[in-house]
C-alpha cells in the first residue's frame, strides 16, 4: 500500500528552525519526484520545494535561501530543512509523489498523484 507520512511540525518563533520528513513506503522511491506543498488558513495551496530521483531540486522564490529539501533514497525518505522561519510560512505542509518520471520535478499540485496526510508549522511573531 502506497503511503507517504509527514512528521516534524510544530510550533517556533519567527527566525527559528524545523526540519520536517516525509516517510514513503510501498513503491520504488528512488525513481520519482516528491514535493512539499503548504496551505495556509484561505489561501491556496502552493508549492514549495520538489526534488527528482536524482536529486535535482526546485524551490518556491518565497523560501529561496531560506529552505533545504533533500532526501535518502535507502531510508525512503524526504526531508525539508527550514529555517529562518517567519510568520508567513505558517501552514500545514504536504508532501506529495508524482508517479510521473521526468528530468525536472513539477511545482504544480495537480502534477502530483498521492499525498500525505499534512504536518501543521506554526511560526510566531
Known amino acids: 500500500q502506497l503511503q507517504l507520512v509527514e512528521s516534524g511540525g510544530d510550533s517556533v518563533q519567527a527566525g527559528g528552525s524545523l526540519r520536517l520528513s516525509c516517510a514513503a513506503s510501498?513503491?520504488?522511491?528512488?525513481?520519482?519526484?516528491i514535493a512539499w506543498f503548504r496551505q495556509a488558513p484561505g489561501k491556496e495551496r502552493e508549492g514549495v520545494s520538489c526534488?527528482?530521483?536524482?536529486?535535482?531540486?526546485r524551490y518556491a522564490d518565497s523560501v529561496k535561501g531560506r529552505f533545504t529539501i533533500s532526501r535518502d533514497n535507502a531510508k525512503k525518505s524526504v526531508y525539508l530543512e527550514m529555517n529562518s522561519l517567519k510568520p508567513e510560512d505558517t501552514a500545514v505542509y504536504s508532501c506529495?509523489?508524482?508517479?510521473?518520471?521526468?528530468?525536472?520535478?513539477?511545482?504544480?499540485?495537480?502534477?502530483?498523484?498521492?499525498w500525505g496526510q499534512g504536518t501543521q508549522v506554526t511560526v510566531s511573531s
Open positions: 510501498g513503491f520504488t522511491f528512488h525513481h520519482y519526484s
Open positions: 506529495a509523489l508524482d508517479t510521473l518520471v521526468g528530468t525536472m520535478c513539477a511545482m504544480a499540485d495537480y502534477e502530483y498523484d498521492y
Open positions: 526534488i527528482t530521483g536524482s536529486g535535482s531540486t
